[in-house]
């Protein structure tokens, strides 16, 4: 399977479709199946007990899942979210930011299957799991 949309498709539809969180997400990586996003964690990304909200690890794994289907399908705008599973499994660093590596196991006409680990910058071990399933809209 190859790309339909590069790194640089995938920067300008965040930018324009996502400007709300444009700005507190950057793309490191696309190839097939796979994407890694970095979330920039500031003050507004903590809660109490200095560790980075849970609020913020779920945006990056659906934002990552839904930029790694778009990269394989296009972009279809109206792909959305249908279930998410997220496993919190250790507190992250509060002064890094989170890497995503978001993997599409499974593609197919009406369903996308996949996982995103999140991690602290810097560290070996994940910080969340997530499980991921994606409507796709059907072409018309």
């Not at 890094?96 to 197919?108: M, P, Q, Y």
Request: hydrophobic share 45%; net charge negative.
């Amino acid at each position: 399977m190859s790309l339909k949309m590069t790194l640089d498709d995938l920067r300008i539809f965040l930018r324009d479709h996502f400007g709300q969180v444009a700005e507190d997400l950057e793309i490191l990586d696309v190839s097939p199946m796979h994407l890694v996003l970095r979330g920039l964690v500031d003050d507004k990304h903590l809660r109490p007990g200095g560790t980075v909200s849970g609020p913020t690890m779920f945006l990056l794994a659906d934002v990552g899942f839904y930029l790694a289907i778009l990269a394989m399908i296009g972009p279809k705008a109206l792909a959305v979210t249908t279930n998410c599973s997220i496993d919190f499994m250790r507190k992250p660093v509060a002064d890094a930011n989170l890497r995503a590596e978001a993997r599409i196991l499974k593609l197919g006409r009406v369903l996308a299957v996949g996982d995103v680990l999140i991690y602290s910058e810097g560290e070996e071990a994940p910080v969340a799991r997530a499980s991921l399933t994606y409507s796709i809209p059907p072409d018309r």
